[in-house]
Every structure is written in C-alpha cells, then in structure tokens.
C-alpha cells in the first residue's frame, strides 16, 4: 500500500529542485493550494487525475514520480 507521507514528500522534492512554489504548482494544476500542502504533508492521497495534473505542473513524466516514491518505500 502506497505511505501517502512518502508520496507528498517525493512531489514536494520535485517541487522544490525545480524553484517551484506551491501558489505555482497548484495554479497550473488548477487544484488549491491548501490540498498540494496537504498532499505533500501526506494528510491527503491524491487522485490518478490529481497525480498527473501535478506531475504535469512541474514538467515531470508521472512515472518518473512514481518510479521515485517506489525507490523510497522500498528504502522504508
């Protein structure tokens, strides 16, 4: 079972080392920016449509995500 802690903390790394904020992010995903906080606090699960809509914001390939959240769970 995906650890939403360990989702929200891989979409906020990939937020940060682009310089993205997260008024910016959440605009080009069109979701608000208290539930792009709340998902990378892990206190939210994101939906598959919410997943790409932010993988998209920030340029990345979703499984590029995933493959990273992946990596992480396996390292827990």
């Known amino acids: 079972m995906l650890d939403p802690i360990v989702v929200g903390r891989v979409i906020q790394k990939f937020r940060e080392e682009r310089k ?4 910016v992010v959440s605009g080009l995903a069109d979701i608000g ?19 790409y ?4 914001a920030m340029d990345v390939h979703p499984s590029t995500i995933l493959a990273e959240i992946e990596d992480q769970m396996g390292k827990n």
């Open 20 to 23: 993205l904020s997260q008024e």
């Open 53 to 56: 809509r932010i993988s998209e």
């Open 33 to 51: 920016r208290t539930h792009l906080s709340a998902i990378e606090r892990g206190t939210r699960r994101p939906t598959l449509e919410t997943f």
